[in-house]
Structure formats: C-alpha cells, structure tokens
C-alpha cells in the first residue's frame, strides 16, 4: 500500500465519525462513508493526483453524501411507525458483531449524547451540517461554505440558527453519579414507588420500536405513568436482565432476554432525577449490541 493511499484510507474514522453526527444512525453512516469511497476509487489515477487534499475531498463528498440522506430521511421517518430515535452507540470496547473496524468507531464525547442528537434531529439539514462542521469539528465558515455550495456568511447564519435551537433545548446532562443505577435497582425490584421518586415530575420517556418491537407509539409523560409502565414491561418479560452500560458516551441500560440484547437506553438527568429516557427497541438498530 502507497503512502497516499494510507493516507486515504486513515481519512475513515473521521468520516465516520462525522457522519454519523450528521444523520444519527450508524448503518446509515457507514453507508455514507462506503459510497464516498466508492466515489473516490471510481476517479482515474489522473484524477486522484490532481487533488490537492484528498481528506479535504472525501469530507466533501462524504457531507453531500450525507445531506442527500438527510433529506430522504425526513420522508422515510414521516411513514416511521412510531418516535424515531438516534441508532445508540456502546462503549469503545464493547462493539461486537459489526461491521465497523475498531480503529474506525465512532469517538464518544458529548456531540454524541442521545439528548444532544435528538436536537440535532430538529434542525433542517443545512443548519445541521453548517452546526456539526463548525461548531463540532471546528471548520472554518470559508470551508463550510465550500462544501455546502453557500457563502460564508450564509453558513454562518444557518450554525447560528443551529445554536438558538441547541440553547432552546436546553440539553440536559447526565445528573448525579450513581442515578442510573438506583433506577436499575429500582426497575428490578419492580418498585413503582422508588422509580417514581427517580424521575422527575414532568419526564418523558421515548421508545423506539420501528414496528418491529412492541414500543409505545408517542412519548410516556410523567414519573407516574413512566413508572408504571416499565413495572408492566417488566412484567411482561420474565427473565429479562438488565446491565448498566455506557450509551453514547453516559450512563445507561441494557436489557437482555435470553442472551440477546432486547432494549438500549439512554438517559438525561438533572440533580437527582431522571428527566428523559430514550429506549431503543428497534432490533434494526442494534447491531453493535449483538
């Protein structure tokens, strides 16, 4: 293999990492990334040696690649049965069964939290690349610009907007250490009246099932119906074991059934309290949890 062409191929963990940013799902990310390079081994050997920065080009690529699939995407998720959550991400050291390369995961830091890709989701896609680019990874406008075909000052207003949004929102974080283990405890010993007092007044919880998974079609509201309906899961699925592990980059859970990974969790907190729970069912989504 050629120095260059090493080099080329050393571009992967970033445009995985950036793309998955971009669209929130990890299958669709790769996708990405494996249609860019296709791209590129498609030019000639003329063609690839009058490219100045090869990086430069495929991150162009790669981003194009991504804001064609992000206009798609609100079309497929309007026919989504059910909320629509990001596809969670384990820790570092717990990919299993997956395609990704180790050496090109996605790296774990807080632009990817569930509550942060969530917001993202709310953004038009040019507000989201112009926000991811900049604001992420530090583009500067000039080059942003040049990738989203606009002016500089066109993309700079659209991270702006971005930031208004991610301010709005008011991203929460992951609350006390030890949260989310008092709410396993409390899930597995079926304790309606401790998860109640774990959750704050106004949580949501979100289920993603796809139509694949039995999932709540429209967010739960309220610690007293969350509660309740989680006892009623719990009920339902004898012999469910629940592990504590790290859900894109925080604290979460996971439900296995059997051996098999059945639900992905991911939680935001506030002090003492649980505000939201994002719980993955969509078996579609994951793979990496296998």
Excluded at 67 to 80: F, K, T
Excluded at 104 to 118: C, G, I, K
Excluded at 204 to 211: F, I, L, Q, R
Aim: proline share 6%.
């Amino acid at each position: 293999m050629t120095t260059e062409s090493s080099a080329v191929l050393g571009e992967r963990r970033h445009l995985t990492n950036l793309a998955y940013r971009l669209l929130g799902s990890l299958t669709e990310a790769e996708d990405a990334v494996q249609e860019s390079y296709a791209r590129w081994y498609a030019l000639s050997p003329r063609q690839q040696q009058d490219i100045a920065s090869p990086g430069a080009w495929l991150t162009t690529v790669a981003t194009r690649v991504c804001l064609d699939l992000l206009g798609s995407a609100r079309v497929r998720r309007e026919r989504y049965v059910g909320a629509w959550v990001p596809e969670p991400l384990p820790d570092r050291t717990e990919w299993t069964n997956h395609a990704v390369d180790p050496a090109d995961q996605v790296t774990l830091d807080e632009s990817v939290h569930m509550a942060f890709l969530v917001v993202l989701e709310s953004m038009t896609p040019a507000e989201r690349v112009a926000f991811v680019l900049h604001d992420v990874f530090r583009y500067p406008f000039a080059e942003v610009a040049g990738i989203l075909d606009r002016s500089p000052g066109a993309c700079r207003e659209l991270a702006s907007s971005a930031r208004r949004r991610v301010r709005a929102a008011e991203v929460p974080v992951s609350g006390r250490p030890g949260l989310v283990r008092d709410f396993r405890q409390a899930w597995e010993a079926r304790d309606i009246k401790a998860l109640v007092g774990l959750l704050a007044p106004d949580a949501t919880m979100t289920a993603d099932g796809g139509g694949v998974a039995v999932a709540a079609l429209r967010p739960v509201e309220g610690a007293e119906r969350i509660a309740q309906y989680l006892a009623h899961f719990a009920e339902k699925a004898p012999g469910l074991t629940l592990l504590e592990r790290t859900v894109n980059g925080q604290p979460g859970l996971v439900a296995q059934h059997a051996g098999t990974t059945v639900t992905v969790a991911a939680f935001s907190g506030s002090g003492d309290r649980v505000t939201h729970i994002w719980a993955v069912r969509n078996p579609e989504k994951l793979g990496a949890w296998a």
